[in-house]
Every structure is written in C-alpha cells, then in structure tokens.
C-alpha cells in the first residue's frame, strides 16, 4: 500500500528565507504528484502539478522536482513571505482516470515576518 | 478557473440525524469526484470515487450504507452521512476532475467541517 511521508513535520523560518520541503513515497509507480497548500480550516488549493514523466515544475517563487525513481518529491519556496504560512501536502496519484490521492501529513510552515 | 464548490462549510448536529454535503464544480463538468475525510493531525484519506451516472467506488474499512454518494450529474456529487455518531465527526472535503488518464489535476472545495454532538 502507497504511504506518503513528509518530512519536515514542521518548519518555521524567517522571512526572505529560501526553503525546502520534502516528500517521499513508498511506491514509485505513480501517475503523478500534486502539491498543494491547505489553510487552517480552509481548503486544498493546488500549487503544482507534476506529470510522472516529467522532472519538475515551476510556479512563481514555487519549484516542485520529481524523482520518480527514488520516491522523492522537493517543494522549493524562494524568498519566503509571511503569507506563505500554512500546511503544505504532497499527494500522488497511483492510477490514472478515477484514482484517488494519496496524501502525506503536511509540513506546517510559518514564516516569521 | 476551476472551482469548485462545497456547502456546508460547518455543521453541527444531533447524533443519530443524516447531513447531507454537496459538492459542485462550478466552471467545469467534472467526470469523477472523490470524497475525503480528514482527522485532526491525521493525513487525508480518500473515503470514495464518484463517477457521473454510476455508483461510487469506496475504499476498504469506509461503509457505504452509512455514506451514501450520489453524483446525479456532471457538476455536482452529494455526500450523506446517515445517522451521524460523534466519532463522525471529520473534515470532509471533495475535490473533482475531468477526462479520461488522470492528467487533469484534483480541485478541491473548502472542505466540510462535521461535529456531531
């Protein structure tokens, strides 16, 4: 069975910090990875979406690499904001058409103003 | 683009009463939906899979007499939870996609906070 960890548990960091946040996955045969952000009591917003065939991708201030491989995802955040604070997930998706995620714990970010 | 839509975003009930939650995409027509609970502390677990016109796919351990999906059309699945106990008590959240191959990625409404008393 898929298990997604995210280490770490927790970070907190000063503003203006680079920072990275790690995922990795027990199983490599996903068909995609998905990061997303989740603020307290709110939603799942999506940040990246990253093809299994593909090696990384980029949002703004946000880099997202894959290696499928080795069952390991990075989320790279440059210059940390104070509203970058929130919960970060990491979810693969095994199957393609009608999977499901599978999501890690979270790594609770809280960047200091 | 792409949003979807959950209400209620709060309950709080009598044990032993049914809520019902709707889940709905608003600028899309979504082909499947999930549904999925979330603990405190815990990780998000998906409870079930909702295909347009056909019954829901549920995970093992999740009851489906007691979380009846319905996904009537292609932009909304409704989640009810028949007679709800405390230990029901959960976040749940949907999420929807579109078309075949899983490229199109999951988005996810703001969640449904359940407390059953």
């Known amino acids: 069975k898929q298990e997604v960890t995210q280490i770490p548990a927790a970070l907190s960091v000063p503003e203006g910090e680079n920072l990275v946040l790690n995922c990795s996955f027990t199983?490599?045969?996903?068909?995609?990875l998905q990061w997303f952000r989740q603020d307290p009591g709110k939603g799942l917003t999506s940040l990246l979406l990253?093809?299994?065939?593909?090696r990384e991708q980029t949002s703004g201030r946000l880099n997202a690499s894959l290696d499928k491989s080795s069952g390991r995802s990075t989320l790279y955040i440059a210059a940390s904001q104070p509203g970058d604070s929130a919960t970060y997930l990491c979810?693969?998706?095994?199957?393609?058409?009608?999977?499901?995620?599978?999501f890690g714990k979270g790594t609770h970010l809280i960047i200091q103003p | 683009g792409a949003v979807v839509s959950q209400h209620p975003s709060w309950v709080i009930c009598k044990s032993g009463t049914s809520v019902k939650i709707e889940c709905r995409s608003l600028?899309?027509?979504?082909?499947?939906m999930f549904w999925y609970r979330q603990f405190p502390k815990q990780s998000l677990m998906l409870m079930a899979t909702?295909?347009?016109?056909?019954?829901?796919t549920y995970e093992q351990g999740v009851e489906k007499d007691k979380f009846l999906i319905n996904h009537a059309s292609l932009t909304l699945s409704t989640l009810t939870v028949t007679s709800a106990h405390p230990e029901d008590s959960s976040f749940y959240i949907c999420?929807?996609?579109w078309g075949a191959g899983g490229v199109q990625p999951q988005h996810f409404g703001d969640g449904t906070r359940l407390s059953i008393l």
């Open positions: 999420s929807a996609t």
């Open positions: 199983d490599s045969a996903i068909y995609n």
């Open positions: 990253i093809q299994s065939s593909q």
């Open positions: 979810a693969v998706r095994e199957g393609g058409g009608a999977d499901g995620l599978t």
């Open positions: 600028d899309f027509q979504a082909t499947t």
């Open positions: 909702s295909n347009e016109g056909s019954k829901a």
